[in-house]
């Protein structure tokens, strides 16, 4: 059995945002824009048997994958002798203080 790594995986991130993705307003606002259709070529989508066709939402400039696992180890997945298990009220008291 493989050793758990001490720090979440970038894989494991790379699956969560692409969920967030998939059901973003972002993603669906792409599709409506062109209804439903590849801005290429113009088939449109359809889930008639035999003649399926699914489309994907292409990011023209790319996805800076590394500059997203960095920020997020930065901001959220820090080490965790910098995180510290408090209860909701203190949370809230010292998130605020933070502002």
């Known amino acids: 059995m493989a050793?758990?790594?001490?720090?979440?995986?970038?894989s494991r991130i790379r699956s969560a945002l692409r969920?967030?993705?998939?059901r973003?307003?972002?993603r669906a606002a792409a599709m409506r824009q062109t209804d439903y259709?590849?801005?290429y070529c113009?088939?449109?989508?359809?889930?008639?048997?035999?003649?399926?066709?699914?489309?994907?939402?292409?990011?023209i400039d790319g996805v800076d994958w590394d500059g997203i696992f960095e920020q997020l180890r930065k901001r959220l997945l820090h080490d965790p002798s910098r995180l510290a298990?408090?209860?909701?009220?203190c949370h809230e008291r010292l998130t605020r203080e933070q502002k």
Request: hydrophobic share 35%; charged share 25%; with cysteine.
């Open 85 to 89: 298990p408090v209860c909701k009220a």
């Open 42 to 59: 113009g088939v449109k989508q359809s889930a008639a048997k035999g003649r399926e066709v699914k489309l994907q939402v292409h990011h």
């Open 19 to 22: 969920v967030l993705w998939m």
């Open 3 to 10: 050793k758990k790594l001490p720090y979440t995986p970038n």
């Open 37 to 39: 259709r590849c801005a």
């Open 24 to 26: 973003s307003r972002e």
